[in-house]
């Protein structure tokens, strides 16, 4: 194994954070530290071959660099939108932000063209790890992460594992019901899943958009621009803006009543909007604790961008490590990449 017998000062691990609009990438060592990033655009429109190739060529590049810089890459770790099942590191399903996703053997295919061990676990899974490992919730015995964005999506962390559920799809907190998911007509507001009324119709920086345009007909062109006209005290952004915050607080504020984690970080590019957005979040929230909660710690994520490449890293360091056992995908040699690269990796995309 390429990760007994190097010195530990110098093991690293190329963790990436494959995403619908954008793959990230970095050199991480064995104490945390992000030593170089690299990111390019997802293509995400292009199908598995062509996302996988981009990865592929971030992967490649820093390889280079760890190894030019006297640093041992022993693994490739990645965190990746869809629903992945991290034992194998496959893509059982994605919406279809990715074209032809599910169905990607990812882990395998990257082992075989890095030649080196590689797993996979979903994006905010990889966040989640990230934050607890060098963030908001180092140290703490269990943690809830949600992160509100272009969608809205959870892990809980419980004794330094995320829980990925029977069927990898534990942590989906976008797809719960929401009474703020409703139309000022009673009609539910269709979700990203194929289904409506959910969180995430409501409370993700696309559907803040949404509001704002259906209420005010305002031309805002994004969630970050509505932010802007609330900042400036425009009344339907900033309403907007109340209402997707009030609907992910009372929506976390259950999840905390049903598993009592011992802190909840927040993340997602939505919470960049402030107190706009986190002082209706957290009034929600704490309106729903039951008593033996009311000192619950909610906190931002403080790693930004990096949290998902860190966790990634994690991931795998955890997986090679002696006492966790054989990891989950072993690595073919780096001159044997035929298994692999012959395998059909594009599925139809069974997805509704
Ligand atoms: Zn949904």
Request: hydrophobic content about 50%; proline content about 5%; charged content about 15%.
């Amino acid at each position: 194994m390429p990760a007994r017998g190097v010195d530990s000062a110098t093991r690293c691990v190329i963790g990436v954070d494959l995403g619908g609009t954008k793959t990230a990438a970095g050199i991480v060592d064995a104490a945390g530290t992000l030593h170089a990033t690299d990111s390019r655009p997802t293509p995400a429109t292009a199908g598995a071959a062509a996302i996988l190739a981009t990865a592929v060529g971030l992967i490649a590049s820093l390889l280079a660099q760890a190894r030019d810089a006297g640093l041992e890459p022993v693994a490739v770790g990645i965190g990746a939108a869809g629903v992945i099942d991290a034992r194998d590191g496959s893509v059982v399903s994605a919406t279809d932000s990715l074209t032809g996703w599910a169905g990607t053997p990812l882990a395998a295919y990257l082992a075989a063209q890095s030649g080196l061990p590689a797993f996979a676990v979903n994006d905010v899974h990889a966040h989640n790890l990230g934050e607890h490992w060098q963030g908001a919730s180092a140290g703490a015995a269990s943690s809830l992460l949600v992160a509100v964005g272009t969608g809205v999506g959870g892990s809980l962390i419980v004794g330094g594992e995320p829980q990925l559920g029977a069927r990898a799809v534990a942590g989906h907190v976008g797809h719960i019901a929401s009474p703020y998911a409703y139309d000022d007509g009673g009609v539910a507001l269709p979700c990203s899943c194929g289904r409506a009324g959910h969180l995430e119709a409501v409370a993700s920086g696309p559907a803040i958009l949404d509001l704002y345009r259906r209420q005010s007909g305002g031309d805002a062109v994004s969630a970050r621009d509505v932010a802007s006209r609330a900042g400036a005290g425009e009344p339907a952004a900033l309403r907007a803006f109340s209402l997707g915050a009030a609907a992910a607080g009372q929506a976390v504020g259950g999840l905390a009543n049903v598993l009592d984690p011992a802190m909840v970080v927040i993340g997602g590019g939505v919470t960049a909007a402030g107190d706009l957005w986190w002082n209706p979040f957290e009034a929600a929230l704490r309106a729903e604790l039951m008593d033996p909660l009311a000192g619950l710690a909610v906190v931002p994520a403080v790693l930004g961008g990096n949290a998902a490449v860190v966790g990634a890293a994690k991931l795998a360091f955890d997986r090679l490590a002696p006492d966790r056992g054989a990891p989950a995908t072993d690595a073919p040699s780096a001159g044997d990449t035929s298994s692999a690269t012959d395998t059909p990796f594009v599925q139809e995309n069974s997805h509704a």
